[in-house]
């Protein structure tokens, strides 16, 4: 079975400074990882995947993720947040044989002016 | 750049009532998926539908719910005897590898 956790329901910044969401997963099988960003009233939409090759991955919008077995944790950051990055983000694992996605609970992102 | 589409945006129904919601999936995927956000809650995978066949479904996806592709573009999600705990956002995606899921605006379907 597989799961994730994310560590933060509400991360708050300031424009210009990084920013750090902190994912955390379980897996039995080799896991497939994924950011998803939902803006208010629209779909999800994929920021970046990791799928066994580069544990550095590199995504839209000038995000990256960083895949660490030994501590099974996916975290995303950014080095600048902008106004447009205020959003619900979504850490989300599939096992390597399975179809479906487990999505996190979310992190909702406000950036201050 | 193409994407996944639903229709409709919102859905407002009776409670008993059958709710059929549409997408039209990426043309070339061959993988098709239904997913649910409760408000306030975590996105919930219903089912999954592969060579005109459901190839997997979770607990929540019982005997009121139903999926079909009836011809060569739509993929449907049936409930057949609406509840109120049925109002969700109702997510589509689709996908031409296991690995990747495009995600289609949702149906915000709402029981009375």
């Known amino acids: 079975a597989q799961s994730v956790t994310q560590l933060d329901s509400h991360v708050s910044v300031s424009e210009g400074t990084p920013v750090l969401l902190r994912c955390n997963y379980s897996s039995s099988y080799s896991p497939s990882l994924f950011w998803y960003v939902q803006h208010p009233n629209k779909g999800l939409q994929l920021l970046l995947k990791?799928?066994?090759?580069?544990?550095l991955v590199k995504g839209i919008n000038g995000f990256e993720a960083e895949f660490k077995k030994s501590e099974t944790s996916f975290h995303l950051t950014k080095p600048s947040a902008h106004m447009s990055d205020a959003a619900e983000y979504f850490c989300?694992?599939?096992?390597?044989?399975?179809?479906?996605?487990?999505f996190g609970a979310g992190t909702t992102v406000t950036v201050r002016a | 750049e193409p994407e996944v589409t639903q229709t409709p945006s919102h859905q407002v129904t009776q409670m008993g009532q059958e709710v059929i919601l549409r997408c039209v999936p990426i043309s070339n995927h061959l993988y098709f998926y239904w997913y649910r956000q409760i408000l306030g809650q975590k996105v919930e995978f219903l089912v999954s539908?592969?060579?005109?066949?459901?190839?997997?479904k979770s607990e929540i996806f019982d005997d009121q719910f139903s999926v079909e592709r009836p011809d060569g573009s739509n993929f449907t999600l049936k409930i057949r005897s609406t509840k109120l705990e049925d109002s969700a956002m109702y997510f589509c995606?689709?996908?031409?590898?296991?690995?990747?899921?495009?995600f289609g605006p949702g149906t915000r379907l709402t029981v009375l």
């Open positions: 995606a689709s996908s031409g590898s296991v690995n990747e899921q495009f």
């Open positions: 990791y799928t066994s090759a580069a544990t």
């Open positions: 989300v694992v599939s096992d390597s044989n399975d179809y479906k996605l487990s």
């Open positions: 539908f592969y060579n005109n066949e459901i190839s997997e």
